[in-house]
């Protein structure tokens, strides 16, 4: 793939390995946990910088974040 690791970086032989000995389940697991870590992260910045918002407006705020819309639900 062109450009990949360019973004990426090298890839680590033993990782490659260790991915392949996963089942699609185990891949999936890791993913969705990265995922979630991700929301995390964002949430707890957009709380930082708007201490007032309600749930559902954080709730927002996170959305519009991970989707790259600032108007995304306005």
Do not use: C
Not at 3 to 31: F, H, S, Y
Not at 33 to 58: K, M, N, T, W
């Amino acid at each position: 793939m062109p450009g990949l690791e360019e973004r990426i970086g090298k890839l680590d032989k033993r990782q490659v390995l260790i991915w392949r000995a996963m089942t699609p389940a185990q891949r999936l697991e890791i993913a969705f946990q990265a995922y979630q870590f991700a929301l995390e992260i964002v949430r707890v910045a957009e709380r930082r910088r708007h201490p007032d918002l309600s749930p559902e407006g954080l709730a927002w705020q996170v959305t519009r974040r991970i989707q790259s819309d600032p108007n995304l639900g306005r």
